[in-house]
């Protein structure tokens, strides 16, 4: 499954890459999470809940910042357990330029891949792809 967007934040390149490293920002942009914790090097403790047709599952993972170009580029590879819900991994990159006339505005662009394996992957990818999408 891949997800693309990207999304104009009126604020300098900088202040949002000061808000990406931020466990509360970061807890606050990942759709479903409950908590984010910093566990120092660059790693992270999650807990997400995601809702997919008839199955909700609270996945209890770990992120892992990686690729990073401060301020330009900001990359994490995740994975998570969900009980018998199953499992999900995968990667995000998240690109940010600089908008506006001053540069007073940031494009947040961002690409993820994952992978789904258990009850979630059976629940067929057409529901997984308009969740994902939401």
Not at 6 to 12: G, L, M, N, S
Not at 25 to 33: Q, S, T, V
Not at 45 to 56: K, N, Q
């Amino acid at each position: 499954m891949e997800l693309t967007g990207e999304h104009t934040i009126d604020a300098p390149r900088a202040k949002v890459w000061e808000g990406l490293m931020n466990t509360e920002i970061l807890r606050a942009a990942i759709p479903g999470c409950e908590s984010v914790t910093d566990e120092g090097d660059g790693a992270y403790s999650a807990v997400v809940v995601a809702s997919i047709g008839p199955l909700r599952a609270r996945f209890k993972g770990r992120l892992r910042q990686q690729d990073m170009q401060p301020p330009e580029q900001y990359g994490l590879r995740f994975e998570g357990e969900g009980g018998m819900a199953g499992f999900a991994k995968g990667t995000a990159i998240v690109t940010l330029l600089e908008a506006g006339d001053k540069g007073e505005a940031t494009l947040l662009r961002y690409r993820a891949e994952a992978q789904i394996g258990g009850r979630l992957a059976q629940i067929g990818a057409r529901l997984i792809d308009a969740a994902a999408a939401r």
